[in-house]
């Protein structure tokens, strides 16, 4: 029996966790995940992890975590003849990831305005610390600033040491279920009706959405 997104081609252009945790779902699902990796660099996490040897082979045990079933290739999309294979590779697709700063796609040429002119069915998610939008869109957002901002800090600690952060990356992890979980709905709808659409995932929504019960109904 195959795997319920069997058949499903995700093109994920994320980094680090958030993005990466989300599509990693996907593939735990059955889809064929493409990861697409800046030539020379690639992923920031390959070079992360507990195992230094591995690290420096670009192949950090924190990268292979989040990244295990997935297919791999280089593209770098400042350059024209990239952007042609990006967009030939989105006439394939049903899905494409990123978490770049707000702006960065749209500039590039390949936001969602500009996809779906190529494939009017993809099911654009970008995941972002704040969303695409608003007085705080392009502030830098790592796990632990959104737990800072979301009061997830707040929470954790005594009165003797003050806010103390998570003891892992409880916000990226909430940002990639949430980002898998709004996508696999999105494939659903687009199953019946063809339509894809852009989900507009934010790290500070996902923790307070988290933090309903009992901490936000509380409060209200």
């Excluded at 192949?59 to 003849?81: D, P, Q």
Aim: glycine share 10%; with cysteine; net charge neutral.
């Amino acid at each position: 029996m195959n795997l319920p997104l069997h058949g499903t081609r995700v093109l994920d252009l994320t980094n680090i966790v958030a993005g990466p945790l989300g599509s990693y779902q996907l593939a735990l699902m059955g889809a064929d995940v493409i990861k697409i990796e800046t030539p020379g660099t690639g992923d920031l996490s390959r070079k992360m992890g507990a195992d230094p040897a591995m690290a420096k082979d670009g192949m950090g045990v924190s990268y292979l975590a989040l990244n295990a079933g997935k297919r791999s290739i280089t593209l770098n999309l400042k350059h024209e003849e990239a952007k042609a294979v990006f967009r030939k590779l989105v006439t394939t697709a049903d899905v494409v990831m990123e978490n770049f700063r707000p702006g960065v796609m749209q500039r590039l040429g390949l936001d969602y305005a500009n996809l779906k002119t190529v494939n009017p069915g993809i099911v654009y998610c970008a995941v972002s610390g704040f969303g695409q939008d608003g007085p705080l869109a392009q502030r830098p957002a790592y796990d632990q600033i959104v737990q800072g901002f979301s009061g997830l800090m707040a929470l954790t600690g005594t009165p003797e040491t003050a806010p103390t952060r998570a003891g892992y990356i409880a916000c990226d992890a909430m940002g990639a279920m949430t980002a898998a979980f709004a996508i696999a709905a999105a494939l659903v709808r687009k199953q019946k009706t063809g339509e894809g659409e852009c989900i507009d995932v934010s790290l500070l929504d996902a923790t307070l959405a988290s933090m309903a019960a009992w901490v936000v109904s509380n409060y209200l």
